[in-house]
C-alpha cells in the first residue's frame, strides 16, 4: 500500500523501515505537517500517516479523499486533530495506535516528578559551572505522598502502580475504573474535586475532548493542595495555560511537569534555537524555577516507538486486505 508519512523525524523513519519489511508498504516521508496546506503532497496515496499536531479538518479532508487516500493510519491513540465525522462523511476510514507502550508515558511522568521533586535539574546545571552547593536543592520524599491520577486507563494504571511502589497514598478520578485493578491497587476512586484538594502530586492521563479540554481550569488549580506538584504526559488543551500561569505566579503550586502544550503546534519538534517563538505564554512558563518543559517526548523509546510503527503499518494491511478493523476510530 501506498503511504504519505507526515510529521516525520529520523525516528520515525528508521522505526517504520524496520517495521516494514514484515509489510512490504511502499512508504514516502514528509517533514511537513499534514494539513489543509500541506494535502495535496498526499494526491495518489491510498494512505496517509499523520501525527498528533497534524490538523484534518474538513477541508483537508476533502482534498485527501479527491486525491484518492482511502485510509488515515494514525500513528498515535489521541485523534482529536481529525474532524472524525467528516471523514466519515466522506469514506475515509481512520485508524489509530490504541495502545503502543503505556510505560513509556507513565515512567516519562515520574521522569518530570522526580526531577522536580529533587531539583536535579538545577543540580546538574550547578555542578556544569563548578557549583557543588546544596542550598536551595531541597526535595522531598515520595514515600507516604498521596499520589492523584486523573484518567485511569492503560497509562493511568501504570502511573498508579509506579506510584504504589514509591509507597504513595493513591486516589483515582474516572468515571469507569477497572474494580480488579482498584482493588489489586488498594487505591481509592474518588470524585474530581477531592483528588484535587488530597493530592500532593496530580497526574493527568485522559484523553482530550470537549468535556476534559480546560478540566484543570483557574477553579481547579485553586481547589488543589497548596504547594502540590502538577503533571501533564497526555493532551496540552486539558490545562487552561493562562489559568497554570496565574497560578504559578501566585506561588500556589510547588512545581509543575509539562510533556504536552495546548498550542504546542509548530513549536513542540521544532528546533527554534535560532529564532525563537512568540507563545508568550509558554515563554513565560519556561521561565519559573519550579516549571519543568519537555517536547511532548513521552512517547520516545525503543519500545514505544517499534510498537508504533508495527500497529500503524499493521492498521494498513488489515484494511487493504478487507480484514476486521480492530483499530477503526468511529
Do not use: W
Given at each position: 500500500?501506498?503511504?504519505?508519512?507526515?510529521?516525520?523525524?529520523?525516528?520515525?523513519?528508521?522505526a517504520?523501515?524496520?517495521?516494514?519489511?514484515?509489510?512490504?508498504?511502499?512508504?514516502?516521508?514528509?517533514?511537513?505537517?499534514?494539513?489543509?496546506?500541506?494535502?495535496?503532497?498526499?494526491?495518489?496515496?491510498?494512505?496517509?500517516?499523520?501525527?498528533?499536531?497534524?490538523?484534518?479538518?474538513?477541508?483537508?479532508?476533502?482534498?485527501?479523499?479527491?486525491?484518492?487516500?482511502?485510509?488515515?493510519?494514525?500513528r498515535?491513540?489521541?485523534?482529536?486533530?481529525?474532524?472524525?465525522?467528516?471523514?466519515?462523511a466522506?469514506?475515509?476510514?481512520?485508524?489509530?495506535?490504541?495502545?503502543?507502550?503505556?510505560?513509556?508515558?507513565?515512567?516519562?511522568?515520574?521522569?518530570?516528578?522526580?526531577?522536580?521533586?529533587?531539583?536535579t535539574?538545577?543540580?546538574?546545571?550547578?555542578?556544569?559551572?563548578?557549583?557543588?552547593?546544596?542550598?536551595?536543592?531541597?526535595?522531598?520524599?515520595?514515600?507516604?505522598?498521596?499520589?492523584?491520577v486523573?484518567?485511569?486507563?492503560?497509562?493511568?494504571?501504570?502511573?498508579?502502580?509506579?506510584?504504589?511502589?514509591?509507597?504513595?497514598?493513591?486516589?483515582?478520578?474516572?468515571?469507569?475504573?477497572?474494580?480488579?485493578?482498584?482493588?489489586?491497587?488498594?487505591a481509592?476512586?474518588?470524585?474530581?474535586?477531592?483528588?484535587?484538594?488530597?493530592?500532593?502530586?496530580?497526574?493527568?492521563?485522559?484523553?482530550?475532548?470537549?468535556?476534559?479540554?480546560?478540566?484543570?481550569?483557574?477553579?481547579?488549580?485553586?481547589?488543589?493542595?497548596?504547594?502540590?506538584?502538577?503533571?501533564?504526559?497526555?493532551?496540552?488543551?486539558?490545562?487552561?495555560?493562562?489559568?497554570?500561569?496565574?497560578?504559578?505566579?501566585?506561588?500556589?503550586?510547588?512545581?509543575?511537569?509539562?510533556?504536552?502544550?495546548?498550542?504546542?503546534?509548530?513549536?513542540?519538534?521544532?528546533?527554534?534555537?535560532?529564532?525563537?517563538?512568540?507563545?508568550?505564554?509558554?515563554?513565560?512558563?519556561?521561565?519559573?524555577?519550579?516549571?519543568?518543559?519537555?517536547?511532548?517526548?513521552?512517547?520516545?523509546?525503543?519500545?514505544?516507538?517499534?510498537?508504533?510503527?508495527?500497529?500503524?503499518?499493521d492498521?494498513?494491511?488489515?484494511?487493504?486486505?478487507?480484514?476486521?478493523?480492530?483499530?477503526?476510530?468511529?
Open positions: 500500500m501506498r503511504i504519505a508519512v507526515f510529521d516525520a523525524h529520523s525516528y520515525d523513519r528508521q517504520l523501515n524496520e517495521a516494514n519489511v514484515r509489510f512490504a508498504h511502499q512508504l514516502s516521508f514528509f517533514e511537513a505537517r499534514l494539513n489543509q496546506a500541506t494535502a495535496p503532497l498526499a494526491a495518489g496515496f491510498a494512505a496517509v500517516c499523520p501525527f498528533v499536531n497534524c490538523r484534518l479538518d474538513q477541508d483537508c479532508l476533502k482534498q485527501l479523499a479527491q486525491g484518492g487516500t482511502r485510509l488515515i493510519a494514525l498515535a491513540a489521541g485523534f482529536n486533530g481529525i474532524d472524525i465525522a467528516a471523514a466519515r466522506l469514506g475515509l476510514t481512520v485508524m489509530r495506535v490504541p495502545a503502543y507502550s503505556p510505560h513509556a508515558v507513565a515512567e516519562h511522568a515520574f521522569a518530570l516528578l522526580l526531577t522536580l521533586v529533587r531539583k535539574h538545577r543540580a546538574h546545571a550547578r555542578v556544569r559551572e563548578a557549583n557543588f552547593a546544596l542550598d536551595g536543592l531541597v526535595g522531598f520524599d515520595l514515600y507516604g505522598k498521596t499520589f492523584g486523573v484518567g485511569a486507563g492503560k497509562i493511568g494504571q501504570v502511573a498508579a502502580t509506579i506510584a504504589r511502589g514509591f509507597g504513595c497514598r493513591v486516589l483515582l478520578a474516572d468515571p469507569h475504573p477497572d474494580p480488579a485493578f482498584v482493588q489489586s491497587l488498594a481509592h476512586v474518588v470524585a474530581l474535586p477531592q483528588l484535587l484538594a488530597e493530592a500532593d502530586i496530580v497526574s493527568l492521563h485522559l484523553p482530550l475532548t470537549p468535556d476534559s479540554r480546560h478540566l484543570i481550569d483557574a477553579a481547579a488549580l485553586a481547589a488543589m493542595k497548596p504547594g502540590a506538584i502538577l503533571i501533564n504526559t497526555s493532551r496540552g488543551a486539558i490545562i487552561d495555560s493562562g489559568a497554570l500561569l496565574d497560578a504559578l505566579k501566585q506561588g500556589r503550586l510547588g512545581g509543575v511537569g509539562l510533556d504536552v502544550y495546548e498550542l504546542e503546534e509548530g513549536v513542540f519538534f521544532e528546533d527554534l534555537s535560532n529564532t525563537g517563538f512568540k507563545d508568550d505564554v509558554l515563554a513565560r512558563l519556561t521561565t519559573f524555577p519550579n516549571v519543568l518543559i519537555t517536547s511532548h517526548q513521552g512517547f520516545l523509546t525503543h519500545e514505544a516507538l517499534a510498537n508504533i510503527a508495527h500497529t500503524t503499518l492498521n494498513a494491511r488489515a484494511f487493504e486486505a478487507g480484514e476486521p478493523l480492530t483499530n477503526q476510530i468511529g
